[in-house]
């Protein structure tokens, strides 16, 4: 098994930046390395939604068109951590994101969520206008 515990959430204003992090712990985890990680996000009403994803390796990294340029996602592997740094935050953003964690070497599309097995509980950010 493989737990992921997010955090470094809260409440900012729009324009402002927030990064959060993502830890990475478990029996099954051996190295952050081989595993793909993701972001995404829930807004009340809404379904889950892609935000970043850094495959296996880092080999790829892949982003929503919502936050591409403004959004960041990177990884420590000697630390077991994934974060995703948030810039330029609009009200649209504000959201729980959750920390996803994949195995699989292949998928037809990472920016799938069913192409992860291993999901945070998820750390809320809002954000005011």
């Known amino acids: 098994q493989v737990q992921l515990v997010e955090s470094g959430g809260g409440l900012v204003q729009a324009g402002d930046s927030l990064r959060l992090s993502c830890a990475a712990s478990g029996r099954a985890l051996s190295a952050l390395s081989g595993y793909s990680m993701a972001w995404f996000r829930q807004a009340p009403g809404q379904g889950c939604e892609f935000v970043a994803a850094s495959t296996w390796s880092e080999r790829s990294t892949y982003y929503a068109d919502s936050v591409k340029g403004r959004f960041t996602i990177s990884r420590d592997n000697a630390k077991n951590t994934v974060y995703l740094q948030m810039n330029s935050l609009k009200p649209e953003d504000a959201a729980t994101y959750f920390c996803?964690?994949?195995?699989?070497?292949?998928?037809?599309?990472?920016?799938?969520?069913?192409?992860?097995?291993?999901w945070g509980q998820g750390t809320q950010v809002h954000v005011s206008s």
């Open positions: 996803a964690a994949s195995i699989r070497r292949y998928t037809s599309d990472w920016r799938r969520g069913d192409a992860y097995g291993y």
